[in-house]
């Protein structure tokens, strides 16, 4: 199994910047290394969930959603078994509990982007004020 800690959330102004951390434990850092893509995911009040990007193994591949392309960015440390997205240029309709996840069946990025992954974290907390 993998667990999965999400830190970093909290109250940003419009315009602003936050960075979310993902901590993954419970396997090997090497099947961390080797097997795992990462990724994020958002839900907002009364909203279904929606993907937000994700990133492979290697940290050499990333997709992400529309909605926040150019404004966020997904960044991992292997070393550390750790996962950030760094977001930017914060908007009011990007308050939302953020998700990270983790898959390990080598699906393809719209796969994890449609469908999800099979690992979740608990999620945390980003609140945009205007």
């Known amino acids: 199994q993998v667990q999965l800690v999400e830190s970093g959330g909290g109250l940003a102004q419009a315009g602003g910047s936050l960075r979310l951390s993902c901590a993954a434990s419970?396997?090997?850092m090497g099947w961390f290394r080797q097997t795992l893509a990462m990724g994020w995911f958002r839900q907002a009040p009364g909203k279904e969930r929606e993907f937000v990007g994700v990133i492979s193994w290697s940290g050499n591949n990333t997709y992400y959603a529309d909605s926040i392309k150019g404004r966020f960015t997904i960044s991992r440390d292997n070393a550390k078994n750790t996962v950030y997205l760094q977001m930017n240029s914060l908007k009011p309709e990007d308050t939302a509990v953020y998700y990270c996840?983790?898959?390990?069946?080598?699906?393809?990025?719209?796969?994890?982007?449609?469908?999800?992954?099979?690992?979740w974290g608990k999620g945390t907390l980003v609140t945009v004020s205007s």
């Open positions: 419970g396997r090997t």
């Open positions: 996840a983790a898959d390990s069946r080598a699906y393809s990025n719209t796969y994890y982007a449609s469908s999800g992954m099979n690992y």
